[in-house]
């Protein structure tokens, strides 16, 4: 793959504007160097000889990759300084938008080029809802620690009231950097919505279901992510000392802070877990959420990147009384996802095979409400094919590979244990061993 190519992946068109923001705000700025939560950033390369690496070793950087013996490091303006500090040579990267013949001219309609900021979701939420008032109601879940709203879209007949229909809810964007994960729950609950009056399958399922859609679990993350730095996880919540955000993915209260491994109590950790069990606005709007409605029978968490389906636990590698069926889940959803256009996902149990986390949704999903819940990460597999930079050309294709998974676990809700009962299932759970192995990485 040709270096631009894969450089574009990383980039999208908002480092143009994203760049240009930055030294706009260098030179407005008049803290000249001396705070380290101003946090904007940018794109450097510099040459990969043993003597800068040596030079480098003392300080935690933020490497993106290597290409031609090159290294690319994201750096703040403090980091920036200490580059010439140290006497290394650097290369500002003037990174070129997405090319894709499929979408000439690639989408540019602000810093985030076609991925939703918060205005932007909000406005194409209330959008579905009032063009689409048959099969859908918008809902306001509560408040960000910034104030902005958490929303949910309920996708049903009769959406304004409450049936005794089994229920999944579809996640996004616990984690402010992955905005592919904004953009697949919002395009399944527009896929739902669209096609609800002219596809009968589509139809049937929304008729005997009630689907909720929260695409944005951490608006002021996103908000955070797309304007000041992009690669901000947390929510932003001010801990003081200069020091902002919980994970919300660690902040639940299954196994909440079980071990400072799949977790951190250090609030200048990317992990930190916060001071108490659902401390945070957000997580506790998604736990009053779930606690309001009892019918809910599965739950999806869209986060990026890696290409895997995670079911728990995660807080141990001990498997889970549920584990045949979360295994039998997620290699089906596998194999549907596979078969749009042959697109990898790996799954296991998260803490088996992937890395240890305790607070996080889906044990919290399964440990407080018996429910399968799935962590599906999204592409690109690795930071070598982008990381959290998908290009925005690539947004539809990665929908279009989950939608059949996501429609497969609304059906099973539907269908309910009798699925799990089958001939097909039982062949299945005799033979399990069979096909593709979990994720050892
Ligand atoms: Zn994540």
Redesign the pocket.
Known sequence: MRKDKIISKFSNSLLFGWWGLWLILLLASPISGTTSSWGDSLIVSLSKKPEYLKRLQPYSLDYLLEWENKIYLVVNPQELQLLQNLDIPFSLENFEPANNPDSPGSIQTSLNGAYHSYAELEADLFNLEETHPECCLLVNLGQSVEGRNIYALKISDNPALEENEPGVVFLGC??AR?WI?VEVPFLLAKYLVEHYQRDPSIQKLVDRSEIWIIPLVNPDGLEYSIYFYRYW?KNRRNLGHGLFGVDL?RNYDYQWGRDDIGSSPDPSSNVYRGPSPFSEPESQAIKKFMELHPHLKALVSY??YSQVILYPWGYTNKPSHLDDLLRFLASTMSQKMKAVFGTKYSYGQSGASFYLTNGDTTDWALGKFGIPAF?I?LPPIDRFRGGFFNAEADIQKIFQENLPAALFLIDWAIQGQTAFTSPSCSWWLKNRNIGESPITH
């Open positions: 616990h984690h992955e994960s996880r993915n986060h990026s962590t990460e």
